[in-house]
T-cell receptor, first 112, second 114 residues
């Protein structure tokens, strides 16, 4: 079965600095990979996804993610963090036929 | 507003009781998913339906059951509630049940078991 790991419970960055939220996955066959964000007292919101093609995927709010097949990783990145980016970020994976599985989440805190 | 409606938003009940959570998917979406989010276990997949049929089952307890009705709304029934069932329960929907489809989440139903 597919699975996803987010090795960091918490990531802290200063506003204006680049941020990276890490994600590794395990799936049989070709993966579909997703990033979602959850703000306090809200449901998860879709940020971006990788299906195939270009390894660098651009998404909402200036976020991007890099797919690395050899390292089975799909790290979320942003060149310059904003305080408003502070939230809980979830990586998710799905193969062709199965349900979507989410990581445990990484809490991003951006300090002014 | 994501288009996925969950009711109730908040629910407080006692151990041993039974509750029903309701979800109306986004218009046009045929697939409904239920997830449980608790502090210590992250986002756990419970069950998925597609056009009224069960499509996949995750870590759903035997005390829990769900169904999707002909009008595509779904209900998650939680019975013999325990303190550990206190969590945020999310419903999500998508057009189809597989592949690269994006899930649209509701705002969640927060269940507190006292």
């Amino acid at each position: 079965a597919q699975s996803v790991a987010q090795p960091e419970d918490q990531v802290n960055v200063a506003e204006g600095n680049p941020l990276t939220v890490k994600c590794t996955y395990s799936v049989s066959g070709n993966p579909y990979l997703f990033w979602y964000v959850q703000y306090p007292n809200r449901g998860l919101q879709f940020l971006l996804k990788y299906i195939t093609g270009d390894n660098l995927v651009k998404g909402s709010y200036g976020f991007e993610a890099e797919f690395n097949k050899s390292q089975t990783s799909f790290h979320l990145k942003k060149p310059s963090a904003l305080v408003s980016d502070s939230a809980l970020y979830f990586c998710a994976v799905r193969d062709q036929d199965n349900d979507m599985r989410f990581g445990a989440g990484t809490r991003l805190t951006v300090k002014p | 507003d994501s288009g996925v409606t969950q009711t109730p938003k908040h629910l407080i009940t006692a151990t041993g009781q039974r509750v029903t959570l309701r979800c109306s998917p986004r218009s046009g979406d045929l697939s409904v998913y239920w997830y449980q989010q608790s502090l210590d276990q992250g986002l756990q997949f419970l069950i998925q339906y597609y056009n009224g049929e069960e499509r996949a089952k995750g870590n759903i307890l035997e005390r829990f059951s769900a169904q999707q009705f002909p009008d595509l709304h779904s209900e998650l029934n939680l019975s013999s509630l325990e303190l550990g069932d206190s969590a945020l329960y999310f419903c999500a929907s998508s057009v189809i049940s597989r592949g690269a489809n994006v899930l649209t989440f509701g705002a969640g139903s927060r269940l507190t078991v006292l």
